[in-house]
């Protein structure tokens, strides 16, 4: 078992600390999932540059749900889950806990909670959901559906060594930092060509893919007003 632990320091070249909680909960109060498919985004994309690929997007992905979990400590941060090396698909990726939204679960948020206790051991007690982000498509067939949620510190979290190696936290103002975002060219699993992406190097970890595109739409809706 392992306690969970977030430094309370704004990293090196960080913006001016910010209240992000409270700007988080304004900015996402009274949203709710809206999985209409003119809506989908492609992660890392904004919501124009998504829609002219909807043409590409599959036909009818496989609902699914992430937690993205913002623990409230001295400096907000995220915590985030690095997959296991022998996973199928994605392993060793920095990812949020989540899954498929299986039949017996409620709506989104009830998938998210239940995966985010099944992975690493969060408990629902500690965890008060705010809202939702736009649903992502990804390449793997699903329509992945962001539920951000404040955790409580004091938390004990328990990972399922199958799925999850490792946990870490990252403070809030060093992702949305746009000094510490690289832009990256990576070929788009839906056209082929080549599409400029940004990853969000931390330490010796990188955070790329559909997780830092969520962070950078939860970014673009807090800080630029997209919706």
């Known amino acids: 078992m392992a306690e969970a632990g977030g430094s309370g320091a704004t990293a090196p070249g960080a913006n001016p600390p910010r209240d992000w909680a409270a700007l ?6 009274g949203t709710r999932p809206q999985h209409e498919r003119a809506g989908w985004r492609v992660p890392g994309l904004s919501a124009a540059d998504s829609q002219r690929l909807m043409a590409h997007f599959p036909a ?3 609902p699914a749900a992430v937690l993205v979990p913002l623990v409230q400590r001295d400096t907000l941060t995220v915590l985030l889950t690095q997959r296991a090396t022998q996973l199928r698909n994605h ?3 920095i990812s949020f806990p989540g899954g498929r939204i299986e039949p017996h679960d409620v709506d989104p948020a009830a998938a998210a909670l239940r995966e985010a206790h099944e992975e690493i051991g969060l ?15 990804v390449m793997t067939g699903f329509r992945v559906t962001p539920v951000v949620a404040f955790v409580q ?7 399922d060594s199958v799925e999850v190696e490792d946990t870490f936290e990252v403070p809030v103002d060093f992702i949305f930092d746009p000094s ?12 082929g060509e080549e ?5 969000i190097p931390y330490g010796d970890r990188d955070i790329w893919g559909a997780t830092a595109g969520m962070l950078l739409t939860l970014q673009a809706m807090v800080a630029g007003g997209e919706s």
């Open 24 to 29: 988080i909960r304004a900015r996402l109060a």
């Open 123 to 137: 408990e629902s007690r500690f965890v008060s959901v705010v809202g939702y982000l736009p649903d992502h498509v």
């Open 91 to 93: 392993a060793g990726q």
């Open 180 to 191: 510490n975002q690289r832009v990256r060219m990576r070929r788009s699993g839906f056209t």
């Open 153 to 159: 510190p004091g938390f004990e979290l328990l990972l």
């Open 195 to 199: 599409v400029e992406f940004r990853d």
């Open 60 to 62: 009818e992905p496989r």
